[in-house]
């Protein structure tokens, strides 16, 4: 795979990771949220700031 194709993949991956969290917080806004939810969610932010780190 070339770099600008990787680069392109990692973009897309970047807008639909970028469109799940709207989503969510979108059902969080009209159903709230349950203490499951919370747990998950922060394991995504730590995930998330794991990720950002990394150089492509």
Do not use: P, V, Y
């Not at 990692?10 to 799940?20: N, P, T, V």
């Not at 995504?44 to 990394?54: G, I, K, V, W, Y």
């Amino acid at each position: 795979m070339t770099q600008n194709s990787q680069h392109q993949e990692a973009h897309g991956i970047g807008q639909i990771e970028e469109q799940l969290k709207q989503q969510a917080e979108a059902a969080e806004s009209i159903q709230g949220i349950n203490e499951a939810d919370r747990d998950i969610a922060e394991k995504a932010r730590q995930r998330e700031s794991e990720l950002d780190e990394l150089e492509f």
